[in-house]
Structures are given as structure tokens and as C-alpha cells.
């Protein structure tokens, strides 16, 4: 299944990723959103990214161009009848998602696979949503999607086997490590994850210092970057989202929001993003 031309569906962190990796791929993307504000920010984000990664000579100024290129930006779901390809990457909510996935399934061709980026809910409920859950598939990127490998591929009870082949070919086309992951909430990445921040935010409220959390996964266990860190960095408004998914769905104790993250979160403290999460970053 050739990818000439991918639609994204919502400019957030996630979409402006995705975006990038596909245009880096060769595939023409049209990042879809209806707000102009989140379209800005968008863009603002992607020339971020590209300044970053030819500091870090991971890309040269030639392909940088060649992205930018690549990429153009909507507010309308007619470019989707000119989609190869389509990954809805909006916020985290079902309702949201339900309202998304109907105007796509409107818009879209009858046999053009349409991929979610949900990090928590269940594959084979959105499927239900877009109506054909035969051309439906999860494919959870990584954040930040431009430097993280890892794509959680999720068929869904009826997706056909060549969908599920082909996001497999286009995750390694986009230089990813694809793994085939269980439809449960969470799937396999923010399952455990999702575990090990609320485990970490429970120690949190007790009083404990992100300091000194964080030192301690990352010494005692090797991590990279403590999970209090982690959660600034993909966004503390989008980590709550999924640990309420997780306890709606699954009823599990683990997941349970201490309210201390819930005042952090109101008070517009959402991490790297907004300038201050658990940890403060200079502008």
C-alpha cells in the first residue's frame, strides 16, 4: 500500500510530530486543525524542531526545507479526500475523539486505513466510532515523536490483516521500530508507565521532592530520566488525561489521581510546555 499523501488530525505536540516524521519519510502531510491559534503554535513548533535538529546535525538545512515543504496546514476536512493515509492525533478524550472520527469517516475514502494515536483508549471502541473497523488500526507514537523510535501498533478485533501489515511498513518507512501491541487500555508502553507515574506522584504528595525521585529510577534502575521529568516533558495535562483513562477503564487502585497532582494541574502548571510542572524551565 503505496503512502504518497497523509492527513494528521490535530496540530498538537503529537500531530506537529508525527507531521515531521512522515515529511521527513518523502510523504506529503496535511496537518489538520480547527483552530487557527493551534495551527500557529504548530508551526512555531515544527521550525523549533527543525532549528534543534540541525544543531544537533541530525538533519541538514537542505531537508529541513524539504520538510517545511511537505507540510501544509488546514482547518478543513475536505483534504482528507486526498488522503493516502490519515492518523487522528487529538487530545485525549473520548467524546472528542467520537465527534473527530465521524467527520473523518464523511470525508475519507471508503477503503483508506485511518490509524489513532490514542495512548490509552481502546482500539476496537474508536473503530466503532469511524464505522469501518476494518481500515482501523492504533498507531501510539512516542513523544516526542521525532526522537523516540518506538510505534505501538494496535489492530483492532476486525482490522484486515494488510492494514495492520501496511502500518507496519510505514512506521519502518518513517525510521520507527514498530511492536504489535494488545488491544487493553494503555496497551503495553503507557500501561506501564502510566503505573509507574502515579506510583511516583503517590510518593510525591506524601512530600518527598521530585529530586529525589527522579535520582532514584534513574540511578537505581538506569532510566535515562526519572518519571516526574518525563511527565513535564510530555505534558502534565496530558499525563492526567491518561491516568483518569486508565482508572475509568480499568478500575485499578494504581491509577488513582492524588489530588495534589489535580491543584497543579488547575493552577496551569503543566510542565516544560508552560514553563513550570514539577520541576521550573527557563523561557
Known amino acids: 500500500m503505496q503512502v504518497n499523501t497523509m492527513c494528521v488530525i490535530g496540530a498538537g505536540t503529537m500531530g506537529t510530530g508525527i507531521a515531521q516524521v512522515a515529511a521527513q519519510a518523502g510523504i506529503h502531510v496535511h496537518l489538520l486543525d480547527t483552530s487557527e491559534e493551534a495551527v500557529s ?38 483534504s482528507l479526500a486526498e488522503a493516502d493515509w490519515v492518523i487522528e492525533a487529538v487530545f485525549e478524550d473520548l467524546q472528542v475523539k467520537q465527534e473527530v472520527l465521524s467527520q473523518v469517516a464523511a470525508h475519507v475514502g471508503q477503503r483508506i486505513p485511518v490509524a489513532s494515536n490514542t495512548s490509552s483508549l481502546l482500539i476496537r471502541d ?19 515523536a521525532p526522537a523516540m523510535k518506538l510505534v505501538e501498533v494496535v489492530p483492532g478485533e476486525k482490522t ?28 503495553v508502553l503507557n ?19 521530585p529530586e529525589v525521585i527522579d535520582s532514584t529510577i534513574e540511578l537505581g534502575l538506569g532510566h535515562k530520566m526519572g518519571p516526574l521529568r518525563t511527565a513535564d516533558l510530555v505534558g502534565l495535562d496530558v499525563m492526567i488525561a491518561l491516568l483518569r483513562s486508565l482508572y475509568e477503564q480499568t478500575g485499578h487502585t494504581r491509577f488513582e489521581v492524588p489530588t495534589e497532582f489535580v491543584k497543579l494541574v488547575e493552577n496551569g502548571k503543566l510542565g516544560r510546555k508552560s514553563g513550570e510542572g514539577f520541576y521550573k524551565y527557563a523561557e
Open 41 to 78: 503554535r504548530s508551526q512555531g513548533q515544527l521550525e523549533d524542531s527543525l532549528h534543534t535538529g540541525i544543531e544537533r546535525g541530525k538533519i541538514t538545512a537542505e531537508e529541513a526545507e524539504d520538510i517545511r515543504r511537505l507540510i501544509t496546514w488546514g482547518m478543513s476536512y475536505a
Open 126 to 144: 474508536l473503530a466503532e466510532f469511524f464505522g469501518r473497523p476494518e481500515y482501523f488500526i492504533g498507531m501510539h507514537f512516542s513523544n516526542p
Open 160 to 187: 484486515l490483516p494488510t492494514v495492520t501489515e501496511a502500518a507496519v511498513a510505514l512506521c519502518e518507512r518513517m525510521g520507527k521500530i514498530p511492536i504489535i501491541a494488545p488491544d487493553i487500555p494503555g496497551f
Open 191 to 209: 500501561r506501564l508507565f502510566g503505573a509507574l507515574v502515579a506510583a511516583a506522584l503517590e510518593i510525591w504528595a506524601r512530600g518527598v521532592e
